[in-house]
């Protein structure tokens, strides 16, 4: 058990539809990071957030967004969703800031676009 | 920019056999490099990581790893496989100045009798 939670572990939606992700970190940690896993695109960073703020971007698309409230959980939200959105969605949490520490990650949550 | 390369997505080896996954790392600094296991429906989890200091990096379950700068790699090793190291394997990069950890592709271990 990493201390990582996320839920839901599985959604199933429909194309145009939004959903909302939630990751609680490690107790302590500050950091949050979600990652989208996926047969053809593999393991892809989409942003951090550290202690409230937005610390780093990846590969996020604009109807994507997350955001980390005070109590450090995040959430990330995915808008219009289209087939491809279709994946396994990740939170990892860290101590520290710059990630160059080690990444706790959750059990992810499985999205399924249909 | 920073990229990371595993050879092989599938890798097979029996019960007892050595293993050796490959990662190779494009950086214009040396960056910190990880490697990770996931295992079926679940998370991954640190193997183990090489920062500074000592190149050969010892980490859980008997895996190894050893940074070559003069050869861009950080290949993953382990003497004997055991059933239970059936997994993906990723092997990710990190420069420290900007707070984005790049994996590869990973690499699907089989273990057969």
């Known amino acids: 058990d990493s201390g990582v939670t996320q839920t839901p572990k599985h959604l199933i939606t429909a194309t145009g539809q939004r959903v909302t992700l939630r990751c609680s970190p490690r107790s302590g940690d500050l950091s949050v990071y979600w990652y989208q896993q996926s047969l053809d695109q593999g393991l892809q960073f989409l942003i951090q957030?550290?202690?409230?703020?937005?610390?780093a971007k990846g590969n996020i698309l604009e109807r994507f967004s997350a955001q980390q409230f005070p109590d450090l959980h995040s959430e990330l939200n995915l808008s219009s969703l289209e087939l491809g959105d279709s994946a396994l969605y990740f939170c990892?949490?860290?101590?520290?800031?710059?990630?160059?520490?080690?990444?706790?990650f959750g059990e992810g949550s499985r999205l399924t676009v249909l | 920019a920073q990229s990371v390369t595993q050879l092989g997505s599938h890798v097979s080896v029996s019960e007892g056999a050595l293993v050796l996954l490959r990662c190779n790392y494009s950086s214009s600094v040396p960056p910190y490099l990880f490697w990770y296991v996931q295992y079926p429906n679940q998370g991954l989890q640190l193997l183990l990581k090489y920062t500074t200091g000592a190149t050969l990096v010892k980490g859980i379950n008997g895996f190894e790893a050893e940074f070559k700068k003069s050869e861009t790699s950080f290949h993953l090793t382990k003497p004997s496989a055991h059933m239970s190291d059936a997994a993906e394997y990723f092997c990710?990069?990190?420069?420290?100045?900007?707070?984005?950890?790049?994996f590869g592709t990973g690499t699907r271990l089989q273990v057969t009798l």
């Open positions: 990892a949490s860290s101590a520290e800031v710059a990630g160059i520490g080690e990444l706790f």
């Open positions: 990710a990069a990190h420069t420290g100045t900007a707070s984005k950890l790049t």
């Open positions: 957030y550290y202690n409230g703020e937005e610390r």
